[in-house]
């Protein structure tokens, strides 16, 4: 019996109507028609489902659609703070190198913006341990790791300056 | 502009060797590329694949009645319901490679995995549960699970075909100068057994197809493949369609490192689906069937015996390669060929005799992955050059640069090497860790941890030549406001490869970067193409759009010419601007406008390409640390050193690099997709049993980049860097593990428990 959940998407409200056993990950892609957030594995494996729901990093697979009832998610495509502009995270990816085929790239940025919201000033070691569980298999990680550590030094001297 | 590489662009007046921000970039980091399984069509079904449970049986009996009375099933295939038709899995054209030995659906299943029939229903659901409703019987024949008992006289056969004897084909052979006298030549003889695990390629993308057909009886296939052709070529010579009436597009692919070249059974099974029900239908593996399904590396036994002076030098060479190819042939034979005769060179040697052979198993199908038979070969050879050096107190890194290929030398393409690029890499790594240092350096043997340096060396061809003669075509065509477009048939698997084309043409043509498009990934559309792979897409795909997009120049400064009064030959064009040699310039959008209201005419140029082959050169220095408490290694740091001709986009080059040495990581210590040997089945299906590296596994690496031996044969003098760098990692950590414990390893993956075995037997 399908159920309707009501929940926060990047901002806006939506209502979602699900098979009761369906995955948020499914409920996002193919009820929400969002393609951005990808399968990788299905099962937990792979991080490249990564959402953000109430503030923490989550592989969507895992979670039942109807969990998220009421939740505040964000997924890829609420990262840019406007359309016409790519997110600090995402112009680094770019130019880093810290993205190649592209299939795990939304689930590393949705994993480093839900680090650097928590903890702005990370250490590496906290910047892998933060993507240890996205696997990617075309960059190596390096240039990844050091997108992340770029944007959130260019974050820190952007309020610094503000402030 | 806010990227710094702009200025430098400015400066140098050229648009490669620069970092260019990738095109297709944008829409992957915000979630707007589209792969395969993304698109959305209308009135979908889903399919999916019911696959074996047995490693090798004939199918008695299936019975679907169940499964197609489950409401919501919309369609079911066996073999008895879909065209019988004997293909390739990887069928390149005039390409060695060509093996026919697979149905769509077989009455007999050959792994255990093998598709047996196909569902289509409205939901996944309904579609998995139709799967476990299709009843099959079957009479189990005698799993042969390794090459020894699959190449037993006795053996039954896994395919009724020529040569038989469960080979894939015929073994090849290679030789040279006169082996017998090579060894009598020899002061010392070093001969050992090297063997390669399974590990997979492990893209992230799970394969995915969708196919719909339109009234008129064309099919349209969405799928991620790195040989949109190919597909389009064997699903039409399968289905009986000539080939305008088979439409393959592929956009964004979530890598393939090779293995996305084969036809995988899903792609007709996913059009006869369609064509059944009237509905588009799309066939999304999972990532279990990526690795029951997938194509593996080559699990390979090298025997290898090589003879020495004491100064080193190599009198004599002798091998015998043998590939496990699973239960079908797909690229058996290239990399049979490739990996064989990867023996004759990187090492000068002038009396050899190589002997390959590929066998049939009921194993996983192993097929093309990055570094395709070379990996194999070299990790063998490279080990055994580090055991000569101990055996004979030389330095590792002198007897490889004593022996190193030198230009002039008859690479195994049977061309002569272009370049010192081996020795560049050698001498330049030697530099740049201190090496005699690290030779000299005190150990510390205190505690439980061991570290140790190692070095591993390699060659790579761009282009398949002369396995595959292979052929690049490209169409360029100018826009009336001086802007053109690139239409190229290549794939682009995630390298970046369409940026680095378009900045081939616009470096040609004279425009700038941002001035030029590529349309790709349509073949109803593109040039012909043979596909992405061999590390060619640069070397090959580059060339010839830099050849259509001189064509273009040409039409452009005829133009110039009679507007500037002026002959085209005394012109020069650059970001856009044509100037003559006495200062008078006339913009490229200029050029192309009407004149006297007729409009320029069409300027568009094409070019087809035959390749043959350049190698690339590499020389990793690697550090580890052995735990000789656990056994474990770690990676602690990694300079490698490439020759790669010139650097089109250095970013994209040294990601390659990074990214090959983090799976030649994985395959050394970790990785090895297993079966189990009694029954065949798969036993670590999924990325908690399969082992690859995550972030906090990757050491850091010091990349060094050469240009010092372009090549003619690519564009600027470019070459590949795709597959070198797996290559050379593998026997660098195997020779440091040796290094820092004293225990030569001549096997991959090498792990914990071996590790802590053969240290418990040297201390024993």
């Known amino acids: 019996m399908k159920q309707v959940i009501s929940l926060t998407v990047n901002t806006d409200d939506i209502d979602l109507v699900v098979e009761p056993h369906r995955s948020l990950l499914d409920a996002l892609r193919n009820e929400g028609g969002m393609t951005g957030t990808k399968k990788g594995c299905n099962v937990g494996e792979c991080g490249s489902c990564t959402v953000i729901m109430n503030g923490i990093p989550v592989n969507s697979c895992l979670v039942l659609a109807v969990e998220a009832q009421g939740a505040d998610i964000v997924t890829i495509e609420g990262i840019q703070d406007s359309p016409d502009e790519p997110h600090l995270l995402q112009e680094n990816f770019m130019i880093r190198g810290a993205a190649q085929c592209g299939f795990c790239t939304p689930g590393f940025i949705v994993a480093a913006k839900a680090l650097l919201d928590e903890n702005p000033t990370p250490t590496r070691d906290e910047i892998r341990f933060a993507i240890a569980g996205n696997i990617c298999r075309c960059t190596g990680y390096t240039k990844i790791i050091e997108a992340i550590e770029l944007t959130a030094e260019q974050l820190n001297a952007k309020q610094t300056q503000e402030a | ?764």
Not at chain 2, 254 to 269: I, N, R, S, V
Not at chain 2, 464 to 489: C, F, H, R
Not at chain 2, 707 to 719: S, V
């Open chain 2, 1 to 764: 502009m806010k990227h710094s590489n702009v200025e430098h662009e400015k400066l140098r007046n050229t648009v490669i060797g620069t970092s260019v921000k990738r095109t297709d970039l944008l829409d992957k980091v915000t979630g707007a590329a589209q792969f395969t399984a993304d698109i959305p069509l209308p009135n979908l079904l889903y399919g999916r694949i019911k696959r074996s449970n047995v490693a090798h049986a004939l199918i008695k009996r299936i019975d679907t009645s169940r499964a197609l009375a489950l409401p919501g099933v919309k369609a079911v295939l066996t073999h008895e319901n879909v065209p019988r038709v004997l293909h390739a899995g990887s069928p390149h054209p005039r390409s060695a490679s060509c093996t026919k030995d697979q149905y769509i659906l077989d009455n007999k299943v050959r792994y255990w995995g093998d598709g047996v029939a196909a569902v289509a229903a409205t939901t996944e659901e309904i579609a998995e549960e139709a799967l476990e409703l299709i009843d099959v019987e079957y009479e189990e024949l005698p799993g042969l699970f390794t090459v020894e008992e699959a190449m037993h006289p006795d053996a039954p056969l896994i395919h009724d075909r020529e040569p038989g004897g469960n080979l894939v084909l015929p073994p090849v052979t290679f030789a040279r100068g006169d082996i017998d006298k090579g060894f009598a030549e020899a002061d010392i003889i070093i001969e050992g057994e090297y063997e390669g695990g399974r590990p997979t390629p492990a893209y992230m993308e799970p394969n995915a197809i969708s196919c719909q057909w339109d009234a008129n009886g064309n099919l349209t296939v969405w799928i991620s493949t790195q040989t949109s052709f190919m597909v389009r070529g064997i699903m039409a010579e399968v289905l009986g369609l000539p080939l305008h009436k088979v439409r393959v597009l592929v956009d964004h692919m979530g890598g393939g490192f090779g293995a996305k070249q084969d036809l995988y059974q899903g792609e007709f099974l996913c059009a006869l689906l369609a064509k059944e029900t009237r509905r588009p239908v799309r066939v999304e593996y999972t990532r279990e069937e990526t690795f029951l399904a997938g194509r593996s590396r080559h699990p390979v036994k090298t025997w290898l015996k090589q003879g020495f002076k004491k100064d080193g030098t190599i009198t004599a060479r002798q091998a015998t390669m043998v590939f496990n190819s699973g239960a079908y042939g797909s690229h058996g034979p290239g990399v049979t060929n490739v990996g064989t005769s990867g023996l004759l060179s990187l090492y000068r040697c002038d009396n050899i005799h190589l002997e390959g052979k590929c066998v049939y198993t009921n194993s996983p199908i192993a097929g093309a992955y990055r570094g395709f038979g070379v990996v194999q070969a070299y990790y063998a050879l490279d080990i055994q050059m580090d055991e000569a050096a101990v055996k004979l107190g030389l330095d590792p890194a002198e007897i490889r640069l004593k022996n190193a290929v030198r230009e002039g030398d008859i690479a195994p393409s049977e061309h002569p090497v272009i370049g010192h690029g081996l020795e560049d890499c050698l001498t330049t790594g030697v530099k740049l860790v201190d090496w005699q240092a690290l030779r000299k350096r005190p150990r510390d043997t205190t505690g439980p941890i061991r570290k140790g340096w190692g070095i591993g060396c390699e060659m790579h061809g761009s282009s398949a030549y002369p396995g595959i003669k292979e052929q690049g075509n490209a169409i360029v065509k100018m826009n009336e406001d001086g802007s053109a477009v690139l239409l190229t048939g290549t794939a682009g698997l995630g390298t970046g490869a369409h940026t680095a084309l378009a900045q081939i043409v616009a470096e040609e043509l004279g425009i700038k970067f941002e001035d030029v498009s590529v349309v790709h990934g349509d073949t109803d559309i593109v040039p012909w193409d043979i596909g992405a792979f061999a590390s060619h897409t640069t070397f090959m795909g580059g060339r010839v759009s830099q050849m259509a997009a001189a064509e273009v120049k040409r039409q452009l400064l005829e133009r110039a010419a009679k507007i500037l009064e002026t002959e085209p030959e005394t012109l020069e064009v650059s970001l856009g601007v044509i100037s003559t040699p006495d200062g008078r310039t006339l913009t490229v959008r200029e050029a192309v406008a009407p004149t006297l209201g007729v409009p320029a005419p069409q300027f568009v140029g094409s070019a087809t390409y035959h390749p043959t082959k350049s190698y690339s050169f590499a020389a990793h220095f690697v550090e580890v640390s052995v735990d000789t408490e656990t056994g474990f290694v770690t990676v602690d740091q990694v300079v490698p050193v490439h020759e790669i001709g010139k650097v089109i986009h250095p970013v994209a080059a040294a990601g390659q690099i990074e990214g090959g040495i983090q799976q030649g990581i994985g395959h050394t210590l970790y990785e090895d997709y297993q079966i189990d040997l009694k029954t065949g089945r798969s036993l670590n299906a999924n990325f908690v049993d399969y082992k690859m590296p995550l972030s906090m596994d990757m050491p850091p690496i010091h990349t060094k980049i050469l240009e010092t031996a372009p090549d003619p044969g690519g564009p600027f003098g470019a070459k590949g860097v795709g597959e070198d760098p797996i290559v050379a990692i593998g026997p660098a950590i195997a020779n440091a593990i040796y290094d820092a414990i004293g225990v030569r390893f001549r096997h991959y993956p090498i792990k914990p428990e071996e590790v802590l075995a053969a240290l418990e037997s040297q201390t024993a």
